[in-house]
């Protein structure tokens, strides 16, 4: 069974809410029951393929028993490496082995799940997390609204709604809510992006399969380029609201992930409004750690080198670290870093380029932003054609 997609997903979701709507309303915990609705699910996912889902399984007890062991001396460094290598270990066999062949050890959302559990490792780490119940630990990786594909949810925020039993009218509230969300993301996912990606095939068809990037197929690769992009958009988004919404029925609130990201005015606007929970995530666990540790090793201080000039090579060389980290997560194959290599380029060269007295004199002004918006656009559409893998597929053809 596959989330969000399935008619039988849909109708074991209704059901689950039902339940959770008779307890919210009558203001009883849903704690215990999310957890027991969220295993039901993740064995409906797992039904076909039990031996992942035995993995996924030990996976999670995995990162639950690191999380407690390091909770015991949350200032030893060894434990704490010790821990971030078990949680983050079967992600990266998944990761390279698919990259040569099939995955193995892999299983659908370890991605996502090793991201939030790398979340609690840091955290606890710094000092933010003190204690940890198991039982609410599993629940926060195990939360099937977002197992598959997020949004990803921090631990500190998701046990805090475990904690809180809302009133009446709170609750009737985040329901309809809830619900209004699922509506959204059905629409998006099963009618818009369906339509695009209709409309994506027949012009790819057209082309040729891709067969030429010149003459009068150039029109046609462009329309691929936007196609893909705005499919990608509506399947996602869509079933990041739908997730959102079951979250919400369920007494969670999961994060948003879309914030209309296609009136972005600039590549760092589009990326606080494109997957917001995963950039927002590297920004904190990756580019600002990262760029601290360059600053206090001094990677480019010297006594010819304005002080200005160090944080700004710093500030660029995180974020091109930052994004093709966000590459390899995705997979580590040429679309995907070429996917990450290109969105850090783009970011440390608009670092750069907010520094300029042209910019800060007119960045404010109307046909500025205007243009920048397009600029964006095509800078964003060009990065799914490197995503969706368009781009690699012309240069084979081109150089073939």
Not at 21 to 34: K, N, Q, S, V
Not at 116 to 124: I, S
Not at 133 to 157: H, K, M, Q, V
């Amino acid at each position: 069974m596959s989330f969000f997609s399935d008619p039988s997903f849909f109708v074991l979701t209704v059901a689950a809410v039902c339940g959770a709507a008779f307890l919210g309303l009558t203001e009883r915990p849903l704690r215990r029951y999310g957890m027991g609705v969220s295993l039901i699910m993740l064995v409906c996912l797992f039904c076909k393929t039990p031996v992942q889902g035995a993995y996924a399984a030990a996976v999670m007890v995995v990162c639950c028993l690191a999380a407690q062991w390091l909770l015991r001396r949350p200032r030893s460094g060894r434990r704490f490496v010790a821990c971030l290598l078990v949680t983050v270990a079967p992600l990266v066999v998944c990761k390279v082995t698919s990259a040569f062949s099939s995955s193995a050890l892999g299983f659908i959302g370890i991605s996502y799940l090793t991201f939030r559990a790398v979340q609690v490792l840091v955290e606890t780490r710094d000092g933010l997390i003190e204690r940890m119940n198991p039982f609410d630990y599993l629940y926060f990786l195990a939360f099937f609204p977002t197992f598959t594909s997020g949004p990803i949810d921090r631990s500190r925020r998701f046990v805090e709604d475990l904690g809180r039993v809302p009133s009446r009218d709170e609750y009737g509230q985040m329901l309809g809510r809830g619900i209004l969300l699922v509506l959204c993301g059905m629409v998006y996912k099963m009618v818009l992006a369906a339509v695009v990606n209709q409309w994506n095939v027949q012009v790819a068809w057209g082309a040729g399969a891709l067969g030429s990037a010149f003459g009068p197929a150039l029109l046609d690769q462009v329309r691929i380029c936007y196609a893909y992009g705005l499919y990608l958009f509506f399947d996602f988004a869509g079933y990041s609201m739908m997730a959102m919404g079951v979250g919400y029925a369920l007494g969670v609130r999961v994060p948003r992930n879309f914030r209309s990201p296609f009136a972005a005015v600039d590549i760092k606007d589009f990326w606080n409004r494109w997957h917001i929970t995963l950039s927002t995530w590297l920004r904190d666990f990756v580019f600002m750690r990262l760029a601290r540790t360059m600053m206090r090793h001094h990677l480019f201080a010297g006594p010819k080198v304005p002080a200005r000039v160090a944080r700004l090579r710093t500030s660029q060389l995180a974020l091109v670290t930052n994004m093709l980290v966000m590459g390899a997560w995705h997979g580590l194959t040429v679309d995907y870093l070429a996917y990450g290599l290109y969105h850090g380029v783009l970011l440390a060269a608009l670092e750069g380029w907010e520094k300029t007295g042209f910019y800060k004199r007119h960045h404010q002004q109307a046909w500025y932003r205007t243009l920048s918006w397009f600029i964006t656009m095509q800078l964003a559409f060009f990065g799914f054609a490197l995503f969706s893998g368009q781009v690699s597929m012309l240069v084979k053809g081109a150089l073939s």
